[in-house]
């Protein structure tokens, strides 16, 4: 495919601080691009203002103005970093070729987009950018994050070690995500279950340019969890795991139980009473937590509620 017709799309809440610098830099990178004929000057950058409560909105208007790529879509109210995501994907893919997602605190690092243009071009419908390394990472986000990708392995998900949403889709990729009805969507996790041709570009992960992260350790946490949830039952299957354990511990806890009892070194009738009172207790209210999470995705999903509104568009 010659000159494909490109969409890039930055999902932004609260970004006043950044979103002028982005604009420029992802503009200049879409001129270039179409000034050497690698795309076609059809192509564009859409930020989706997630319901921002600052000036973001009014940032994308005037940039929009006066910068040749830019367009823009507010949304009537914050519907998460995921949905907004599907909204500029799915409005905006029958106007493109492929579509690009990245974020709009210029962390991924912008120069390889054309390298996952070329990809394309060459035949291949996703092209995921994946980091390095995290050495501008805290140590307990490096952790974190390694356990996070380490449970999903465990689970049977298949998901791109270090790639967050810096990736870029054909037009028929999205067109199968389209297919996907559930309200509570993992993307990293769907996209690479979806199969067709992908590659992976590598990038070293930039330090922000302005502002603070929208995603601080509870956000983080909250994501994982739904990640999981929403794309496998192992919480479930750990539930039975867990009956099968304390069994196995109940039984020693018997025989330790009659040992100590026979010997007299117990209170009679403590150790039999009391733990396996709070024992049981605890695990009992663990697995009730694991249960009424998945039965709450499942009401989420029977209601099957819209994942957004368009307020304000400007092409």
Not at 22 to 32: E, G, I, P, R
Not at 207 to 221: D, V
Request: a positive charge; glycine letters at 6%.
């Amino acid at each position: 495919m010659q000159n494909p017709i490109i969409g890039i799309i930055s999902p932004c809440y609260n970004e006043e601080k950044v979103i002028n610098e982005t604009s420029k830099q992802l503009n200049n990178v879409l001129s270039d691009l179409v000034l050497r004929k690698i795309i076609s000057e059809k192509s564009f950058i859409v930020f989706i203002d997630d319901g921002s409560q600052d000036n973001s909105w009014k940032q994308i208007e005037n940039n929009a103005t006066h910068l040749k790529y830019i367009k823009g879509l507010k949304l009537a109210g914050n519907v998460g970093h995921q949905n907004a995501l599907l909204a500029g994907l799915y409005i905006y893919n029958d106007e493109t070729d492929a579509l690009i997602t990245i974020d709009a605190d210029l962390q991924d690092d912008i120069t390889v987009i054309e390298e996952m243009i070329m990809k394309f071009i060459s035949g291949v419908d996703i092209v995921y950018g994946v980091r390095k390394e995290r050495k501008n990472d805290s140590f307990f986000k490096q952790k974190t994050a390694l356990l996070f990708y380490s449970m999903m392995t465990k689970m049977k998900i298949n998901i791109i070690h270090n790639h967050a949403d810096f990736r870029l889709c054909s037009k028929r990729v999205i067109n199968a995500l389209s297919e996907f009805n559930e309200v509570n969507l993992f993307l990293r996790g769907i996209i690479p279950s979806i199969g067709f041709s992908n590659e992976i570009v590598y990038y070293n992960r930039l330090k922000r340019f302005a502002g603070k992260s929208k995603y601080p350790l509870k956000k983080m946490l909250s994501f994982a969890w739904n990640g999981i949830t929403s794309f496998s039952n192992y919480p479930l299957k750990l539930v039975t795991i867990i009956g099968f354990a304390i069994f196995f511990v109940c039984i020693l806890m018997t025989i330790y139980a009659v040992y100590g009892l026979y010997n007299k070194n117990v209170v009679p009738g403590w150790l039999s009473t009391v733990i396996p009172m709070y024992f049981l207790g605890g695990v009992q209210l663990f697995c009730f937590g694991i249960i009424g999470e998945y039965i709450g995705k499942i009401y989420l999903e029977v209601k099957k509620r819209p994942r957004y509104f368009v307020d304000k568009r400007i092409d």
